[in-house]
């Protein structure tokens, strides 16, 4: 019988050495979530009086989990099995109420003279199943049911957590766009005041960051420091990227949001390439405080241009119209591309790893566009409502996910837990999860 000494370490070699899969293999499991919103708004149109919880969680959530885990390997046949039925119904069943696009219309919205912020339903579902998926992984990860080649990479590499921490970043983006389209005079607004109202927005996830580490420290649970460092955790790095990005504001009233997170982007790889930062990272022995979070450090930059791209994208999509941001401030966003070639480093967010996040999930948002407008019915409520509820809280369920994963890594030895059993314990933590949003989907429960 190990130790628990002995097990922490086991623990954190069966998170470490990692290679990851492939950008392909990524996207089928990722093109699952597609398939689980296509099928819900094909089976609300027609059964919407079976709407509700059990079905959203039936349709929405276990197929993102399966995908992660028994069906990691097998994409395409999961979102395959899940098109059936969508063709079925599409075929034998009528829709309860009429088809239509539920999509701000461009040429009434340019009358109005101010924007207004109609929540996409696409968005709230790309958010969502971000979220969802990500909560799912942290978990997951623990046991062996989750592939190996799903979890972070060690240096270079892609998986599909790697993507879901950068996705969470582009998303903040995405949000972040907000104050900047309801005000056309913010980015001009004094960088001070606005500092401080960022600061006090930012101070709730600063201090859960700063509380993950007290507990991680004082419970001797298993530590994967090579991810961010010693101190630094990931609820740091987001707390911080708002902040910088207020610090850019001057810049960002006269350059276009996308060409600062290239310049950003190009930047970081200079640092990482030409100036030492990568054998830093890789090599660099931990003597201090700064050399003890050299990961968290060095890749902020990387992911402050993730966040930059996202907000750019965010004044695309969330105005009544695609150009309305753009014929203010002049901005536009180019087309991104991943070379084949190139080596990806989530570590360190180096380029290629900012291009791969920013096509990816601007991809993503297109096809959720794409899926609404196709399959839409319409109605006035445009997403589906556990969507809206998970986002309504995602702060509180992503804290919420963190702990009941410590919770269970400390009650369970995760790693020697049988296949059967781990997914019976990731149903349980799923369901539990979407349930809680579901019962607070009218209330908010962190205001700050």
């Known amino acids: 019988m190990p130790t628990n000494a002995d097990y922490k370490q086991l623990k954190e070699e069966f998170v470490q050495g990692l290679?990851?899969?492939?950008?392909?293999?990524?996207n089928t499991i990722s093109s699952v979530a597609l398939a689980s919103v296509a099928l819900h708004l094909v089976f609300e149109q027609r059964f919407p009086h079976l709407s509700g919880f059990t079905s959203s969680y039936i349709v929405l959530?276990?197929?993102?989990?399966?995908?992660?885990?028994?069906?990691?390997?097998?994409?395409?046949?999961?979102?395959?099995?899940?098109?059936?039925?969508?063709?079925?119904?599409?075929l034998l069943v009528q829709p309860a109420?009429?088809?239509?696009?539920?999509?701000?219309?461009?040429?009434?919205?340019?009358?109005?003279?101010?924007?207004?912020?109609?929540p996409l339903p696409a968005l709230t579902a790309y958010r969502a199943h971000m979220l969802l998926l990500t909560c799912l992984a942290i978990l997951a990860v623990d046991f062996p049911v989750f592939p190996r080649h799903l979890a972070k990479c060690e240096t270079f590499g892609v998986s599909l957590m790697d993507l879901g921490v950068g996705s969470f970043v582009?998303?903040?983006?995405?949000?972040?766009?907000?104050?900047?389209?309801?005000?056309?005079?913010y980015l001009s607004g004094p960088v001070l005041w606005?500092?401080?109202?960022?600061?006090?927005?930012?101070a709730p996830v600063l201090a859960l960051g700063i509380i993950r580490v007290l507990l991680v420290k004082g419970t001797a649970y298993p530590e994967h420091v090579t991810e961010y460092g010693?101190?630094?955790?990931?609820?740091?790095?987001?707390?911080?990227?708002?902040?910088?990005?207020?610090?850019?504001?001057?810049?960002?009233?006269?350059?276009?949001?996308?060409?600062v997170g290239i310049v950003v982007t190009l930047i970081q790889q200079f640092t990482l390439s030409y100036l030492g930062a990568q054998t830093y990272v890789l090599e660099g022995e931990r003597v201090d405080l700064m050399s003890a979070n050299k990961e968290g450090i060095v890749s902020l930059p990387g992911y402050l241009?993730?966040?930059?791209?996202?907000?750019?994208?965010?004044?695309l999509i969330l105005p009544p119209w695609p150009g309305y941001f753009r014929s203010r401030h002049k901005s536009n966003l180019p087309v991104l591309c991943v070379r084949k070639k190139s080596s990806t480093l989530s570590l360190q967010v180096n380029m290629s790893y900012v291009l791969w996040v920013a096509a990816f999930n601007t991809t993503f948002i297109l096809a959720y566009l794409l899926l609404d407008m196709i399959f839409a019915s319409g109605a006035e409520d445009a997403s589906p409502g556990l969507f809206d509820a998970i986002n309504k809280n995602g702060l509180v369920l992503f804290l919420l996910a963190n702990l009941l994963t410590g919770a269970v890594n400390l009650a369970i030895p995760t790693m020697h837990v049988p296949d059967w059993a781990a997914m019976m314990i990731l149903l349980a933590y799923a369901s539990g999860i979407s349930w809680l949003a579901w019962v607070f989907r009218k209330r908010k429960l962190w205001r700050f």
């Open 194 to 202: 606005k500092l401080v109202r960022v600061l006090r927005k930012a």
């Open 230 to 259: 010693v101190h630094w955790n990931f609820f740091i790095t987001l707390a911080s990227l708002p902040i910088m990005e207020v610090l850019l504001h001057p810049v960002l009233r006269r350059v276009s949001l996308t060409k």
């Open 61 to 90: 959530v276990v197929p993102l989990l399966l995908s992660i885990t028994l069906f990691a390997d097998n994409g395409i046949l999961l979102s395959v099995l899940l098109s059936v039925p969508i063709f079925l119904l599409q």
């Open 19 to 26: 290679e990851g899969s492939s950008i392909y293999h990524v």
């Open 170 to 185: 582009f998303s903040q983006g995405v949000v972040c766009a907000i104050p900047i389209i309801k005000d056309d005079e």
């Open 305 to 315: 241009a993730v966040h930059l791209l996202g907000l750019a994208i965010g004044t």
């Open 97 to 118: 109420f009429e088809h239509g696009p539920r999509l701000p219309s461009a040429a009434a919205s340019k009358t109005t003279p101010q924007p207004l912020l109609v």
